[in-house]
């Protein structure tokens, strides 16, 4: 709640979109091998060199990644535990970026529980989550859709079929900046995962 009432919590700054993204998948996976040292995931990566920098809450864009990352990795392992023995199912995650005059586009696919399409419209809602009890707060995917909707003009869509697949779509206005950032995000060391991603959300 605390989260939802916050005013912006940084200032937008040319950050380079491709390596953030790539960082937080990598971040993302490590924490889900940390809670479960046996899961596994094939992870696709088509990054568009037109990306480039944008001017973004480096923070702020990282949590949404962070969050939709770990979503995908939690519906591929539960996907993964559910199928049946002797089912032929390979875990994979994939993320894709595009740019064009008209979008800055990334992409984050997973081919795991997928989600009903009953509840779909209800994904962005504060507190509706599909994870069982005490595995998930409802507040990730609404405190991404304020991000990306309201701190920075864009859209946060998505595509699902139940069983099968879940494709979250993030668009951004490709305003030109014209300076590289001189740091890249902070990365945080892999011991650090298991405390630190359930107080992201």
Request: hydrophobic share 35%; proline share 8%.
């Amino acid at each position: 709640m605390l989260a939802h009432s916050r005013q912006a919590t940084g200032t937008k700054q040319p950050t380079k979109l491709n390596q953030l993204t790539d960082e937080y998948l990598r971040l993302a996976y490590q924490g889900a091998r940390a809670k479960n040292p046996d899961f596994r995931c094939d992870l696709v990566a088509e990054y568009d060199e037109r990306l480039g920098s944008l001017a973004v809450v480096p923070q702020d864009i990282g949590r949404v990644l962070l969050n939709l990352f770990s979503n995908a990795f939690y519906a591929t392992q539960q996907r993964s535990e559910q199928q049946e023995t002797g089912h032929d199912y390979q875990p994979q995650v994939r993320v894709r970026t595009r740019r064009d005059a008209q979008t800055v586009e990334i992409r984050v696919w997973d081919n795991g529980l997928g989600i009903p399409a009953g509840v779909q419209e209800k994904v962005f809602q504060p507190f509706f989550t599909t994870k069982p009890p005490g595995q998930g707060t409802g507040l990730g995917l609404s405190l991404s859709y304020e991000i990306i909707t309201q701190g920075h003009g864009g859209t946060l869509q998505l595509r699902s079929e139940e069983g099968h697949y879940t494709e979250f779509s993030l668009h951004l206005p490709p305003e030109p900046v014209r300076p590289e950032p001189a740091q890249s995000p902070r990365q945080f060391p892999a011991i650090l995962l298991p405390v630190l991603i359930p107080l992201l959300w």
